[in-house]
């Protein structure tokens, strides 16, 4: 099997564990692996046919290459010895990579992944996927480079798009075919498409999966800021209003509040009831003032609302907190803080046991298989349908959208009762 590994959508930490973990597993598991730069743009784009190749033959298999490339520093290796830099530009031998998105990789090609932040093969929110015709270049560079298997990290939007291309894909090999684009021993070969979803979120917004990839650190860089917060806060009496991601889950917010020991915490599942949060607030900021607390707290998550689904801003907090109750209040943003840097540890864990998961997932594979995802429930590592898992999400934004908040809450968690 010809496995190919992407990451699509907003980058989380712990997204390079699971690049590592599948192309080592892969190989472990007898399989070739393949990495897509850029997400699905990378699929689209393909590599093009002109285009110079890297310098297999003359650089020593032996000796890591430092490249000083400011914008990506990396140093991929063939598992046959020989070197291949990523990125857009090798310095040291004055090559460009431009025009190469599928790339063969071996063991040593991810090493010193686990520890980074971000995404190492890059990842875009691609237009081009989006389309017919997008798709269907993207199963002509897959066929044309023999990969039969695909595993995607990423959110919700990405997953159905890999599930979309599976569901498509026969369609898509008759096309390239009727075209004489592809062979009919290639129609052949590629007559079903393997895929499996791995979650990279750091809002950790999917169902049917207990924790998404990133979420964790993104929590633990919350935590962090909310302890240098509370120092400068009890020093000066002073209320923060601190808002964190999460468009559509208030799992962040929530956490971080438990975590942090916050005063009030706004998310858009258990919304406060319009024109009534602001006392209720107050009421509760005032007793912690009257025990005698030096500083105030409150988490907002950024899709935070009200009960009639109009917007609850920081800046309308603060507006509350000084204006009602006199606090000297400022507002942090933690904005992208929250996405970048090292994974903790558990964003290293979860993503390597998934990958395992992924590849035996893939290997066990047939056209009646439904496309999975891979979670993580009761800490054990699961196999759930794909679409099941993405329909399940997207009711939970539906039944907030119609106002009924304790539909979503017992959709997240089918045990919660009002
Ligand atoms: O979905 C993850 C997320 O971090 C959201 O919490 C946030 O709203 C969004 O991505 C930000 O996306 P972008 O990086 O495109 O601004």
């Known amino acids: 099997m ?17 690049v590592r973990g599948v192309v080592r ?15 699905y743009e990378g699929l689209v784009r393909g590599n093009e046919e002109n285009v110079q190749q890297p310098p297999y033959d003359n650089i020593p298999a032996s000796k890591d290459v430092t490249i000083a490339d400011p914008g990506f520093l990396k140093t991929l290796r063939f598992g046959d010895g020989t070197l291949l830099r990523d990125g857009t530009f090798d310095h040291h031998y004055g090559r460009s990579l431009k025009g190469r998105y599928i790339i063969r990789v071996g063991w040593d090609d991810v090493r010193g992944y686990l520890p980074q932040g971000g ?7 691609s237009k ?35 599930d979309v291309f599976r569901s498509e894909w026969p369609g898509l090999v008759a096309e390239l075919h009727a075209s004489g684009k592809i062979t009919e021993a290639q129609a ?24 998404t990839i990133g979420a964790p650190t993104a929590l633990h860089r919350i935590c962090e800021a909310i302890d240098s917060i509370n120092s400068t806060a009890a020093s000066h009496k002073r209320a923060f209003v601190l ?4 468009r559509h889950c208030g799992w962040l917010a929530l956490m971080a509040g438990v975590a942090g020991g916050a005063d009030f915490i706004f998310i858009p599942e258990r919304p406060p009831e319009a024109g009534r949060w602001q006392e209720k607030m107050c009421e509760a900021i005032s007793r912690h003032r009257s025990v005698g607390k030096r ?28 204006e009602t109750l006199g606090l000297d209040t400022r507002v942090t943003t933690l904005g992208h803080t929250q996405r970048g840097g090292r994974p903790c540890y558990y964003d290293r864990v979860l993503p390597t ?30 196999r759930v349908p794909l679409m099941e898992a993405v329909e399940l999400t997207r009711n939970v934004a539906k039944a907030i959208s119609e106002k009924d908040f304790a539909k979503a809450m017992s959709l997240r968690d089918p045990e919660f009762a009002e």
């Open 243 to 246: 808002e964190v991601m999460g």
């Open 353 to 382: 046991l998934q990958a395992v998961e992924a590849v035996d997932a893939l290997l066990e594979a047939n056209p009646d298989t439904p496309s999975y995802m891979i979670g993580i429930s009761e800490n054990k590592i699961t």
């Open 2 to 18: 010809k496995i190919a590994v992407l990451t699509s959508g907003g980058d989380s930490a712990g997204m390079n564990a699971v």
């Open 188 to 211: 052949t070969q590629h007559g079903h498409l393997k895929i499996v979803g791995l979650v990279g979120s750091i809002d950790n917004d999917m169902s049917m999966t207990d924790l």
């Open 25 to 39: 597993i892969g190989i472990v598991k007898g399989c070739e692996t393949w990495v897509v730069r850029e997400g």
């Open 295 to 322: 500083k105030t707290i409150v988490i907002i998550a950024e899709g935070a609302h009200d009960s009639s689904l109009a917007p609850i801003k920081a800046d309308d907090v603060k507006e509350v907190l000084s």
């Open 128 to 162: 081009a996927f989006r389309t017919h015709e997008g798709r269907l270049k993207a199963a002509f560079n897959m066929i044309k480079e023999g990969i039969d298997a695909l595993v995607v990290c990423g959110g919700d939007g990405s997953l159905t798009g890999a």
């Open 119 to 125: 995404t190492l093969i890059g990842t875009a929110r």
